[in-house]
T-cell receptor, first 108, second 116 residues
Framework: AQRVTQPEKLLSVFKGAPVELKCNYS??????LFWYVQYSRQRLQLLLR??SRESIKGFTADLNKGETSFHLKKPFAQEEDSAMYYC??????????FGAGTQVVVTP | EAGVAQSPRYKIIEKRQSVAFWCNPI?????LYWYQQILGQGPKLLIQ????????DSQLPKDRFSAERLKGVDSTLKIQPAKLEDSAVYLC??????????????FGEGSRLTVL
């Protein structure tokens, strides 16, 4: 069965410190993985997708098929990064399966 | 461009009552999704439409939940009768269905249901 696991419910970091959000998945096919973010009082929105191999707002994520992971990283956290982050697996066309989410709190 | 619109934003009902949520997707988006997000959990797909046809409703509790997308545009999700465990945020999302599909879903603000 497909599964997306985000082991940390809450991640508290200081401004300027590195932050890494863990995401592990189980899927027998070729996965498409995404990170979605929900800022306070805003809609859930796409942050980045693994196929783009891009950096968005300083965040990067690398798909590691050997470890079945897609961890999200940022070298220097900012206060505006405080949000709820969801890792998501696209099983087939359009069907996203989300993890439980990690709340990130960046303190000054 | 206008985003995904949902209403109502909040609804409080008693158990065994019925409720309906409405969604208007982004213009031109063929695919529409309803997700249920229970507090502390990630969104869970209830039903996916492509145009006015159902693609996946395997997670929809069909004894009490129903959804339709007439004319392939707006959609309505209904719960009848509601149970306490239906308390959640109901998210509507839409996406393009084309060769340029990047997999991005565009979400509405959600409809928060409280069942007492």
């Amino acid at each position: 069965a497909q599964r997306v696991t985000q082991p940390e419910k809450l991640l508290s970091v200081f401004k300027g410190a590195p932050v890494e959000l863990k995401c592990n998945y189980s899927y027998s096919g070729s996965p498409e993985l995404f990170w979605y973010v929900q800022y306070s009082r805003q809609r859930l929105q796409l942050l980045l997708r693994h196929i783009s191999r891009e950096s968005i707002k300083g965040f990067t994520a690398d798909l590691n098929k050997g470890e079945t992971s897609f961890h999200l990283k940022k070298p220097f956290a900012q206060e505006e990064d405080s949000a709820m982050y969801y890792c998501a697996l696209r099983r087939s066309w359009g069907k996203l399966q989300f993890g439980a989410g990690t709340q990130v709190v960046v303190t000054p | 461009e206008a985003g995904v619109a949902q209403s109502p934003r909040y609804k409080i009902i008693e158990k065994r009552q019925s409720v309906a949520f409405w969604c208007n997707p982004i213009s031109g988006h063929a695919t529409l999704y309803w997700y249920q997000q229970i507090l502390g959990q990630g969104p869970k797909l209830l039903i996916q439409f492509q145009n006015n046809g159902v693609v996946d409703d395997s997670q929809l509790p069909k004894d009490r939940f129903s959804a339709e997308r007439l004319k392939g545009v707006d959609s309505t999700l209904k719960i009848q009768p509601a149970k306490l465990e239906d308390s959640a945020v109901y998210l509507c999302a839409s996406s393009l269905e084309s060769r340029e599909d990047t997999g991005e879903l565009f979400f509405g603000e959600g409809s928060r249901l409280t069942v007492l």
